[in-house]
């Protein structure tokens, strides 16, 4: 099975689902991180060493070297699969501008909804959960696959340490506001010690896209000019109630509003899936391994 990209329309506030099963429990993962479906042969797979145990190892998919993750395993650890099989289902993605296999147990089916039909998770659902969908009855685990690669390899995720900021527009970039959503703790983390290392110490940060549109809607609504309090807006694509592509559709559509710079900063961007910002006019868009580019896109838009 192959995604065809059947949702192909940017900005309308709905997503497309992969459900699919581990041990009982329902998860999901946004269809837009989804390749394709396939079986493994386990004798296919080459073991790598000092590896987490969910880390089954790397295979060849049509010439690519593809690593392999037993979900399995890491959603799991207690709980034994069958040791005779000779085959794996697989789930193949890309996001992180990084393709990877995912073993899971069984393949549901493909689900249209809103984002805002995803409920955030609270405090007690840990980090792997971006929120709960339901559908069919079924209360379904939307997945953060991010954070999985996070704490397997972090490096392979974002790497914050191997680049210098260039300090000569410091005082500059003191002088601007920006505003941030981005439903992730960890990447509102990360951002934020980015942001300021290098001067941009004045921050609205919003947990998600609607979040950050009834702020500058409130201060339109108050008869303010809005570009005075914000200079530039920096936004994830997956997040509960309101998706970044939304957000800047909803602000490139606002006379008031259009003039603010709008950067994309998410796993999502992809040679294929970058279309998808271009059709809601955003300015610019950064993968999330691709920190680096930040602070010189930032400057580029708003300085």
Same mark, same amino acid.
């Given at each position: ?27 999901? !993962?946004?269809? $837009? ?11 296919? !797979? ?33 709980? @034994? ?28 089916? $493909? ?9 955030? @998770? ?13 559908? %069919? ?7 953060? *696959? ?54 941009? #110490? /004045?921050?609205?940060? *919003?947990? %998600? ?11 339109? /609504?108050?008869? #303010? ?10 936004? %994830?694509? #997956?997040?509960?109630?309101? %998706? ?33 910002? /271009?059709?809601?006019?955003? /300015? ?20």
């Amino acid at each position: 099975m192959k995604n065809n990209n059947i949702l192909l329309e940017s900005g309308t506030g709905e997503l497309e689902v992969l459900k699919f099963k581990v041990k009982g429990v329902f998860y999901a !993962i946004n269809v $837009i991180k989804v390749k394709e479906i396939l079986k493994t042969n386990l004798e296919s !797979i080459q073991p790598l060493p000092s590896q987490p145990k969910a880390v089954k190892g790397i295979t060849n998919i049509r010439g690519e070297v593809i690593t392999l993750i037993d979900l399995r395993e890491y959603l799991n650890q207690e709980m @034994p699969y069958n040791a005779n099989e000779s085959e794996l289902l697989v789930i193949l993605t890309e996001f992180n501008n990084i393709k990877l296999l995912f073993a899971v147990d069984q393949v549901i089916g $493909i689900s249209r909804l809103k984002w805002s039909d995803i409920q955030k @998770p609270n405090n007690l659902m840990g980090n792997l959960v971006n929120g709960i969908i339901k559908s %069919d009855n079924q209360l379904v685990n939307f997945l953060d *696959f991010e954070s999985i690669l996070t704490n397997i390899q972090p490096n392979m995720a974002m790497n914050t340490n191997n680049y210098k900021i260039n300090n000569t527009l410091k005082e500059q970039r003191e002088n601007i506001t920006l505003a941030i959503a981005d439903d992730s703790p960890t990447i509102r983390e990360i951002l934020k010690k980015t942001l300021y290392e290098a001067g941009y #110490e /004045d921050l609205k940060i *919003f947990n %998600d896209g609607q979040q950050l549109l009834d702020y500058l809607y409130e201060l339109k /609504d108050k008869g #303010e000019t809005v570009s005075n309090y914000i200079q530039g807006i920096i936004t %994830d694509i #997956e997040m509960p109630e309101m %998706d970044g592509h939304t957000l800047v559709k909803n602000i490139k559509n606002d006379k008031t509003l259009r003039e603010i710079p709008t950067l994309i900063f998410s796993s999502l961007i992809t040679g294929d899936l970058r279309h998808k910002g /271009d059709a809601v006019g955003v /300015d610019e868009q950064i993968s999330k391994p691709e920190i680096e580019k930040l602070i010189n896109i930032l400057d580029d838009l708003v300085l």
